[in-house]
Nanobody, 123 residues
Framework: VQLQASGGGLVQAGGSLRLSCAACGRTSSSYVIGWFRQAPGKEREFVAAISWSGGITLYADSVKGRFTVSRVYAKNTVSLQMNSLKPEDTAVYYC?????????????????WGQGTEVTVFS
């Protein structure tokens, strides 16, 4: 499975961005797609996850109520809608795919990773 993340950019605090993760190759309904982020000087952290079927979602407390993860079935894509962005959301965002199991908050549980897309939120 190959993943490609896109949609990052520069946005003012309070604004919105929509990230996309396109999946190519052999996917399975048992897959989980996760979003992680890594800020400069910090460890990679879990942001959100969704089952490939789209029926189950999971969010980090820091983004709950502001971010929404969803599956775009027609495009084999998972989106991360980010609203009410804060400077502390600034990071490189990665999407990842993991086989089986729920929930998946640990990056070690994911088997495939995209290249990352940079999000910068300025105040």
């Amino acid at each position: 499975v190959q993943l490609q993340a896109s949609g990052g950019g520069l946005v003012q605090a309070g604004g919105s961005l929509r990230l996309s993760c396109a999946a190519c190759g052999r996917t399975s309904s048992s897959y989980v797609i996760g979003w992680f982020r890594q800020a400069p000087g910090k460890e990679r952290e879990f942001v959100a996850a969704i089952s490939w079927s789209g029926g189950i979602t999971l969010y980090a407390d820091s983004v709950k109520g502001r971010f929404t993860v969803s599956r775009v079935y027609a495009k084999n894509t998972v989106s991360l809608q980010m609203n009410s962005l804060k400077p502390e959301d600034t990071a490189v965002y990665y999407c990842a795919a993991g086989r089986g199991g729920w929930p998946k908050r640990d990056s070690a549980e994911y088997d495939y990773w995209g290249q990352g897309t940079e999000v910068t939120v300025f105040s």
